[in-house]
């Protein structure tokens, strides 16, 4: 879904959330997928439908604060509903 910034030391600007969806609908129902290291702001992007390829009412949508890294820095992990 997204390059390791650790071993490239690069961040991934551009996702493609279409292949995001269409991982996680291959996936059982709550299996956590971690989708890459962004800023928090995207998280919420998703949460209220702005993505138009990802349905939020389908996805559970978290972060978890990515250490060492700047504060708004964090790791998004997806799950199917």
């Avoid at 551009?14 to 291959?26: A, N, P």
């Avoid at 209220?48 to 504060?71: C, F, Q, S």
Wanted: with cysteine; proline share 4%; glycine share 4%.
């Amino acid at each position: 879904m997204a390059s390791d910034s650790k071993t490239t030391g690069a961040r991934f600007r551009v996702i493609d959330w279409v292949e995001v969806r269409d991982q996680l609908d291959k996936l059982p129902a709550q299996t956590p997928v971690l989708v890459g290291e962004l800023d928090q702001s995207v998280r919420t992007h998703l949460r209220k439908g702005r993505v138009k390829y990802i349905n939020p009412d389908l996805y559970e949508i978290w972060t978890v604060h990515a250490k060492g890294k700047h504060k708004n820095r964090a790791n998004l992990y997806m799950c199917r509903k």
